[in-house]
């Protein structure tokens, strides 16, 4: 992390000779030489072409810093691959230099001549037949710039973050690895709802790295050369690839191991960070061999991405409609209540009782830092008004559009735009639970979504706001059948800034557990 900060700090003077250099000249009326790569990139239209002084005005040259590594085999053929930092903006293509490329180390900074070159497109695009005559490297620097992506984002902006060092949390390797599996030719990812090929050339050192079920990867990002519908990315070493992959979940774990009890969506004054989530424990968990995640969703309708429509990768979707606690750490016993929230872990907001004491196995700053690899900083992660919200509970950390949580609490308003489409099959799949079904109970039919067939169970939206209640969620499970006896109904607890932690845990409309 330090590295990459050093390399930070020197963007604002890089920053600098960039913009020097490519302003045009107004007193005496000359264009700059240099062109950025970003308007290298927008003179392609879709048809290979010449690179004219009248397309380039004027211009004959483009600078970037060299990311492919060419000493790791795991290159396309030929090819050197830059990118140029501006304010505020990332863009990078490719290079057509032949045996050269194995001239030139990841960092360096480099002057490449462009004038009359031909710009081409084979998957990805690429500047063709430059020389090495064409290229002076003019610096060097000790680390490369890299953007965390959602594969979501990378297909909504494809050609801004091509030939860009990027990194992907979170992906599943689709279909699952068989034993013994390589990451040698191309190996597909699932992103949330989107594909993203990763290519290994059988030439890379880690070629025979076996194949992980999920995993964080990191790499050269290009338009896949065989699949112009797809976008690949090029790991540039083993240790760009990082084994991520849940445990096997034990077969004895059963039914509902853990449910929702409980939460606070609106505690008084500001909600950043004092949002917080009741559960309880069926069965005795060690989080840290069997891990759990809860995503919370608020769907107000200017949320990103998709706003105003449904989500376009369900859970996994991100952005500000659904963020990821990851339970990892720590343990709960049979029958205890524990919780999951803001890192303030107040019981009604700011200077009201502390929750510290209370078994608390993920709290995260969200407001400021997001959530744990789903999920931008966020003030509000479950709405106080308007479209539905909720909660959902996976076993594992890794989701993905497909992934089908094991409870769900939803409540709000009615809406269905931001919710469900049931022609284009988008929205939030449901656990089979007290209140909602994955099939219509009678006819049998699918309904995988929220708010589609019988699946229209929320908990309303309480007023007065802004007072902070507790959202107690009463039923009765049996811990030996691992089912609901009394279906979980809710009641709105009136907290103070004083109220004990204690109000949490006790009381007619707390859920209990009968064998």
């Not at 090929?197 to 990191?218: D, E, G, H, K, M």
């Not at 105003?308 to 016993?333: D, H, I, M, Q, Y």
């Not at 196995?361 to 106080?384: C, E, F, K």
Request: include cysteine.
């Amino acid at each position: 992390m330090k590295k990459y900060l050093n390399y930070i700090f020197l963007l604002p003077l890089l920053m600098f000779l960039l913009q020097a250099c490519e302003k045009r000249n107004f007193l005496d009326g000359t264009l700059s030489p240099y062109i950025t790569i970003e308007d290298v990139r927008q003179i392609h239209k879709g048809t290979d072409i010449q690179m004219t002084a009248e397309l380039l005005n004027q211009a004959q040259q483009t600078r970037g810093v060299v990311i492919s590594n060419t000493q790791s085999g795991n290159v396309p053929e030929g090819m050197m691959i830059v990118q140029q930092v501006q304010p505020g903006k990332l863009h990078g293509i490719a290079l057509k230099v032949g045996d050269i490329a194995a001239n030139y180390r990841v960092g360096d900074s480099i002057l490449v001549n462009i004038s009359n070159k031909q710009l081409k497109r084979e998957g990805f695009l690429y500047v063709d037949a430059v020389t090495a005559a064409d290229i002076e490297v003019v610096a060097t620097v000790s680390q490369i710039y890299r953007r965390n992506l959602t594969a979501s984002a990378i297909y909504q902006r494809p050609n801004e973050f091509e030939g860009t060092y990027v990194q992907i949390i979170g992906g599943e390797m689709f279909p699952r690895p068989e034993p013994g599996q390589t990451f040698s030719g191309v190996k597909r990812m699932v992103n949330g709802a989107d594909t993203l090929n990763i290519r290994t050339l059988p030439s890379a050192p880690f070629a025979n790295l076996s194949v992980p079920r999920n995993i964080n990867v990191q790499g050269i990002l290009l338009g896949d050369s065989e699949n112009a519908a797809v976008m690949a990315i090029w790991p540039r070493m083993a240790s760009d690839i990082l084994d991520i992959s849940d445990p096997e979940i034990p077969g004895d774990l059963g039914a509902m191991p853990l449910v929702f009890t409980g939460y606070c969506a609106d505690p008084q004054g500001g909600d950043g960070n004092y949002e917080y989530i009741q559960l309880r424990a069926n069965v005795d968990i060690n989080f840290a061999e069997i891990p759990f995640a809860v995503v919370t969703t608020n769907n107000a309708g200017g949320n990103q991405p998709n706003a105003g429509a449904p989500p376009g990768a369900g859970w996994a979707t991100g952005g500000a409609r659904t963020l990821k606690f990851n339970l990892t750490e720590g343990s709960v016993r049979k029958g205890e209540f524990f919780y999951v929230g803001g890192h303030q872990r107040r019981i009604n907001g700011a200077n009201s009782t502390s929750l510290a004491e209370l078994n608390w196995v993920r709290a995260i700053p969200y407001a400021t830092s997001g959530g744990d690899g789903l999920g931008n900083s966020n003030s509000n992660i479950l709405a106080n008004s308007g479209n539905a919200s909720g909660m959902a509970l996976f076993v594992g950390t890794n989701i993905n559009e497909a992934t089908v949580p094991i409870d769900l609490v939803m409540f709000g308003g009615s809406g269905t735009a931001t919710i469900v489409d049931s022609v284009n099959n988008l929205g939030y799949r449901v656990a089979n639970n007290d209140h909602y079904r994955p099939f219509h109970p009678e006819t049998g039919q699918a309904q995988p979504f929220f708010s589609m067939g019988t699946n229209q169970y929320r908990i309303p939206h309480f007023l007065p706001a802004d007072v902070g209640l507790f959202i107690q969620l009463g039923g009765v499970f049996n811990t030996t059948t691992r089912t609901w006896e009394t279906a979980r109904s809710y009641n709105a607890k009136q907290l103070t800034k004083q109220s004990p932690a204690s109000d949490l845990e006790v009381g007619e409309f707390v859920t209990r557990q009968t064998e």
